[in-house]
Structure formats: structure tokens, C-alpha cells
């Protein structure tokens, strides 16, 4: 089947099917011409490289990953012994960027609440009593000049220099 069928098939744009082509996680057959032609093996591998990606993998890991996994029902299963343990470091690496994400969105939340706040569709400023209270969160990278809002100028549009 050509591109366009693999597209609807499975749900992936072409763009990420070239780019697991690319990866060496699809290995569609050429024609003479360079068109891609795709087998119902390459349908197959989509579904567990698509869960793997929602799971925050990148495509370089789960090449590395696939071979190693097996589908049961709607789950992948590992099959070589050392794979839970590199997962287990993956998982980690996913739990601080979601740390780290919670600590920017934490910062992010005190300057906003610090502005004017809008109220029936028109800018108005709401007294800071008024205000819920702004969680004391701590940034991630320290306080490093312009990597957090005390090392950026007041009034200025970006970080210090």
C-alpha cells in the first residue's frame, strides 16, 4: 500500500511515518520510482511505536524498545530481562520534566497573578487581597539570571544581560 493508504490505515500522519522510516522502525519497500510501499507488517509495528511514543519515548528509544516488546490485547509486555530497568530510568527522566514543567507553570501562575485581572470581558485590576494565594514554588534551575523572574529587569521584556 502506498503513503496515502497508510495514513488512513493508521491513524499517523506522513510525516511521522517517514520519520520512523528514517529511525529504522518502518522499513517499507521502494519503487523504481521512490514511492514507499508499505506491507501489513509495517501496519502492525504502528501500533505498539505509536503507544510508545503517547508513553513520552522518543523514536531513537523505542528502536532500541521494540524488539524487545510484545503485544497482549491493548498492552505492550517486555520480553528481554534488562528492558524494565532502562524503562524504569526513562520513567524517571519523564517524572523530572514533569517536575520541572510543574515548577515553570508554578512561576509562571505568580506572575500572572501579580498582573491585572480581567473581569466581564474588560481589563480591571483586582486588589491582591482578593487574590487566591500563590503556592510558594521554587524554580528548577536555581536562580540563575535570567533563568528566573528575580533575575529578570523590571519592566523589561526579557532576561538580563
Avoid at 67 to 74: K, L, M, S, T
Avoid at 76 to 97: F, H, M, Q, T, W
Wanted: charged share 30%; proline share 8%.
Amino acid at each position: 500500500m502506498r503513503i496515502g493508504e497508510m495514513v488512513r490505515r493508521t491513524g499517523v500522519s506522513e510525516r511521522l511515518l517517514r520519520h520512523s522510516e528514517e529511525q529504522g522502525l518502518l522499513t517499507p519497500e521502494r519503487l523504481p520510482g521512490g514511492y514507499r510501499v508499505y506491507g501489513e507488517q509495517d501496519v502492525e509495528t504502528v501500533r505498539p511505536v505509536r503507544s510508545l511514543l503517547a508513553a513520552g519515548l522518543a523514536t531513537d528509544t523505542i528502536a532500541k524498545v521494540l524488539p524487545c516488546v510484545r503485544e497482549e490485547g491493548e498492552r505492550l509486555v517486555p520480553v528481554c530481562a534488562d528492558l524494565v530497568a532502562g524503562l524504569r530510568k526513562e520513567r524517571e527522566r519523564i517524572s523530572r520534566a514533569i517536575d520541572g514543567l510543574q515548577a515553570s507553570r508554578g512561576l509562571l501562575d505568580i506572575v500572572v497573578e501579580a498582573g491585572p485581572r480581567r473581569e466581564h470581558g474588560r481589563a480591571g485590576v483586582t486588589r491582591a487581597a482578593d487574590r487566591p494565594p500563590t503556592p510558594a514554588v521554587r524554580s528548577p534551575v536555581g536562580t540563575e539570571p535570567g533563568l528566573s523572574p528575580a533575575g529578570w529587569r523590571a519592566g523589561a521584556c526579557g532576561p538580563r544581560r
